[in-house]
């Protein structure tokens, strides 16, 4: 039986350095935020969150960095991190989806059990409201120039620097002073960042080329598994349900195996007493509380009577439980053995319907790749052999294209393209020089042509 837990709500550590302050802003400029939130919501079990690892601070003695490559790598490091924050956020936004019915809600599920049920599949997240984190080989988005210029060591050193030394530590300050500097640069000290931002632009279109033909498929099985993690959490909820809050309505039933309880004195003075109270006239409402007076009343003798009948009823309860407790301890013995089959047999059928499932999604995707690659690959093809400059002809090409349809017609429409091709050769080759001379010139003007068209090209 799973323990119950109340609901808490957790927060998401937020990362409380300058870089990852910077990033949280900047993004917002580059109009592609990849930070996770901030906060979820108060926690009243905050001691368990471990924060995640922030993210390091450049230190005041590091080398410059004034390549595109060494501040996409400095810029790669923060995005790692926020992508660590991200996925912490993910993780935990799960755990909240698939808590516990809530103990607040339990007398009002009691009412009614279908109404509960859907009330508890209701609050299962929605396609719609769950948000996917980016795909691990999706390529890395293009960074703005600004990005460039906030991360760059020098100029953000610089700037706080120029800062009041009571706002040095604050990375809302610190934020600000730099894009009051960007606005503030001219476009000479703009340029370099604008051209970092362009080179890096140019590589994630070119990622982006090769990634997008796949992106369709991809998309399509995490919808699927989507689908199928939601029908999950789904059931997980009913099944905690029903396990927790709609039995605990129903009434345990006595073990019918179960020996009969142990009498006490008064108990068998009752028994002794309750139908002669009952005939004597006395009220039905009335009869037990006579035969309390009377026990309230009995003699030392008549209630040792009574006591030793309750001690022998004890014995005989003793007994009888000693063999019941033997007896019980068997049956849960066989009913656990019986569970864990079936428990066995239930979690090898769930992994292989898993494993089935996945073949099949996989096995559709991998076909829509492969479809949709290939689609790819021919239309890059066409486009090339669209823009390629067609080869100059030889002057045997010449001659074959001025007499092949001429030599053809006169063989007959029986007459295949080997057999024309092998009399049109031998045409070739029974040429004197002289003969040949005005198709060698054809060759030498396609020649001219294709050299023209090459030199246009590479213009």
Known sequence: MPRKTAASTLVAPAAPTEAMSTMSTVTAESAAPTSAPAKIAKSKSSKSAKPAKPAEVVSENAPPLNTPAALSAEMQKLQDDNASLSALVSSLTSQLNTAKVSTDSQSTALNSSASSRATTASAAPSSAALKYLPEPDAPKRATSAYIFYSINPEIREA?????????????????AALAESWNKATPEEKAPFHAMAAEDKARHDKEMAAFMPGKKARDEERKRIEAYL???RTAAALA????????????????????????????????DRFAAVKASGVAPNEVLKVISEEWAKANKKTVAKYEKLAAADKLRYDAEMEEYNVRLAERNADEAVAYEEIKEKALEREKKEKAAMNKVIRAEVKTKVEVAAKKAAKEQ??????????????????????NYETVKAKMGAEAGFAEVSGEV????????????????EGAALDKERYDREVAEKAC
């Open 425 to 440: 050769s031998k045409m070739w080759k029974e040429l004197d020089a002289e003969k040949k001379k005005p198709f060698e």
């Open 159 to 175: 700037v706080k620097a120029a800062m009041p030394a009571a706002e040095q530590g604050n990375n809302k300050a610190l934020v």
């Open 240 to 271: 905690y349900y029903e396990e927790n809050v709609e039995n605990k309505v129903k009434k345990t039933k006595k073990d019918p195996d179960m020996p009969k309880g142990k009498s006490s004195a008064y108990n068998c003075f009752m028994k």
């Open 381 to 402: 093809k066409k486009e090339e052999k669209k823009d390629k400059v067609k080869k100059p002809m030889s002057a045997y090409n010449v001659f074959v294209k001025a």
């Open 230 to 232: 939601n029908e999950e």
